[in-house]
């Protein structure tokens, strides 16, 4: 079984010139006792107290007094060791106090206080709360951050969050409102996310981390004219024909699927082209449509456009 560790007594330092007093004050207090001091100002107060609140209340006290610069907590592992009978010496001997010219502030000693309250009820553990009330509190604070979480998620992969940069409107989204993607004779558009983000979840957390560097563009400019846009056209354009060669051309088949497609409807060129490259697995889809929503930049040296 581990040894108890607790505070059995304090090291104060306090006005000189007030010693006397101060020993006073201290040892009319319930639970405590001052058996060493100095004339410097250094006092060993042992405590008794039978509870941590009554501890802190008593350290509290101490701390309070007028002319009392420091107090120092003295920590033991046992009661015995704490009132061996070579103890006071040991405690007069070993302790190192740092003199302290003056009164230290007001507010400085309050703002120690504070924090030692708060470190003492957090790390105290509840005794009035039972487990399912914190289980219960556990759980509800769980579907707050997931809400919060999801809700943020969700509202970074609309049309409107992507085009609320200019570079996104004034370049690529411009070029996507001409081509039938966006309109068509069925109504149905596809906007930002569905075709630069996956629907599954774990694939759009990856492609979202993936996706925050983009925000090093926007803070240093990197497309914020023009003619930086179509500087930099070909290499961005690239990166995302990588990423989605890498997945099969994930975004793609959210609506598009080999199974779904009638090639009877299709022109003889598009047809033998499925059932040659995209049926047997040779090829996926953005090898073939590069540029089917926004206008291809110079493909010099692009394999298949030569």
């Keep these: 079984m581990e040894e108890e560790i607790f505070v059995s007594s304090l090291v104060a330092q306090v006005n000189a010139e007030k010693l006397s007093e101060i020993r006073t004050a201290i ?5 405590a006792e001052v058996p060493l001091f100095e004339e410097s100002g250094k006092l060993v107060i042992l405590l008794d107290a039978p509870s941590l609140r009554d501890l802190v209340a008593i350290t509290d006290q101490i701390q309070d007094l007028p002319d009392v610069y420091s107090v120092f907590p003295v920590y033991q592992h046992d009661e015995k060791s704490a009132h061996s009978d070579n ?40 005794k009035h709360l039972s487990i399912g ?21 969700e509202l970074t992969n609309t049309e409107t969050f992507c085009v609320s940069c200019h570079e996104m409107e004034n370049n690529v989204f411009a070029e996507l409102k001409t081509t039938i993607h966006y309109t068509n004779r069925s109504g149905v558009r596809a906007t930002c996310p ?56 994930l975004e793609c ?54």
Excluded at 138 to 147: K, N, R, S, T
Excluded at 266 to 275: G, L
Excluded at 283 to 300: F, V
């Design 253 to 306: 088949r959210n609506c598009h699927s080999p199974e779904g497609m009638d090639i009877t409807a299709q022109s003889k060129r598009a047809a033998e082209a499925h059932q040659t490259f995209l049926f047997t697995g040779e090829k996926t889809c953005i090898d073939c449509h590069k540029g089917i929503a926004h206008e291809l930049p110079d493909m010099t040296g692009v394999k298949g456009w030569e």
């Design 87 to 126: 103890s006071e010496e040991k405690l007069e001997t070993n302790i190192q106090i740092p003199v302290v010219e003056g009164r230290i502030p007001g507010l400085i000693k309050k703002g120690w206080k504070l924090i030692r309250d708060v470190w003492i009820s957090a790390s105290r553990p509840a």
């Design 133 to 153: 009330f914190l289980a219960l509190g556990g759980f509800i604070a769980g579907v707050l951050f997931w809400g919060g979480f999801n809700t943020a998620l």
């Design 194 to 249: 569905d075709c630069h983000v996956p629907h599954n979840w774990t694939d759009k957390i990856a492609r979202k981390m993936q996706a925050s560097k983009e925000v090093w563009g926007k803070l240093f400019g990197t497309i914020n004219t023009r003619e930086k846009f179509l500087d930099n056209r070909r290499r961005l354009a690239g990166h995302e024909w990588e990423r989605l060669k890498a997945n099969n051309s």
């Design 27 to 31: 040892e009319a207090m319930p639970y």
